[in-house]
T-cell receptor, first 113, second 113 residues
Framework: KAGVTQTPRYLIKTRGQQVTLSCSPISGHRSVSWYQQTPGQGLQFLFEYFSETQRNKGNFPGRFSGRQFSNSRSEMNVSTLELGDSALYLC????????????FGPGTRLLVL | GESVGLHLPTLSVQEGDNSIINCAYSNSASDYFIWYKQESGKGPQFIIDIRSNMDKRQGQRVTVLLNKTVKHLSLQIAATQPGDSAVYFCAESNSGGYQKVTFGTGTKLQVIP
């Protein structure tokens, strides 16, 4: 069974731009969570989607948004990029909502210049 | 508030020796703990988990110890191999309602050949 895939793997943007990241969960998994990982803060929870609905949200500004499609694939969007948004963005999938064990993708490394 | 942290940011061990990676948590309500391994350029990979009704759990070459009295978690890796070189971080969550998972910042394990 294929693992979680994320595209693109690397991205360079400039301040003020917006970006969309994509995540395809493990086949059969219906929950997708997004995390931001930085050296100083570690893994920070962004939001979780299940059945095309955002079920929970972390403490990030409204510039960070997401959505989930009927096939459970998810996208994350960051608008008006700031330098501090440079990070590794990880997607994790699980069978159901709020499961403790999640399977992570390789991440998208975003660099904002 | 809740926090999960690691005592040592970097740990260097000789190949073949045992490694011990520590983690402190502050939320006494946490009842589920996970250790993840993250290799360079990859997403976190589940290693082993433990629930609060247990003190010890063993996997293949790995053992997790939980000391609820001092809110301390450790990961022991037996006969450390070069392939074990990675960042290891712990995560905690508490059941009851939505299981929010809090991640530590990580410890880098360097295996010296």
């Amino acid at each position: 069974k294929a693992g979680v895939t994320q595209t693109p793997r690397y991205l360079i943007k400039t301040r003020g731009q917006q970006v969309t990241l994509s995540c395809s969960p493990i086949s059969g998994h219906r929950s997708v969570s997004w995390y931001q990982q930085t050296p100083g803060q570690g893994l920070q929870f962004l939001f979780e989607y299940f059945s095309e609905t955002q079920r929970n949200k972390g403490n990030f500004p409204g510039r960070f948004s997401g959505r989930q499609f009927s096939n459970s694939r998810s996208e994350m969007n960051v608008s008006t990029l700031e330098l501090g948004d440079s990070a590794l963005y990880l997607c994790a999938s699980s069978l159901f909502l709020a499961e403790e064990t999640q399977y992570f993708g390789p991440g998208t490394r975003l660099l904002v210049l | 508030g809740e926090s999960v942290g690691l005592h040592l940011p970097t740990l260097s061990v000789q190949e073949g020796d045992n490694s011990i990676i520590n983690c402190a948590y502050s939320n006494s309500a946490s009842d589920y703990f996970i250790w993840y391994k993250q290799e360079s350029g990859k997403g976190p990979q589940f290693i082993i988990d433990i629930r609060s009704n247990m003190d010890k759990r063993q996997g293949q070459r790995v053992t997790v110890l939980l000391n609820k009295t001092v809110k301390h978690l450790s990961l022991q890796i037996a006969a450390t191999q070069p392939g074990d070189s990675a960042v290891y971080f712990c995560a905690e969550s508490n059941s009851g309602g939505y299981q929010k998972v809090t991640f530590g910042t990580g410890t880098k394990l360097q295996v010296i050949p």
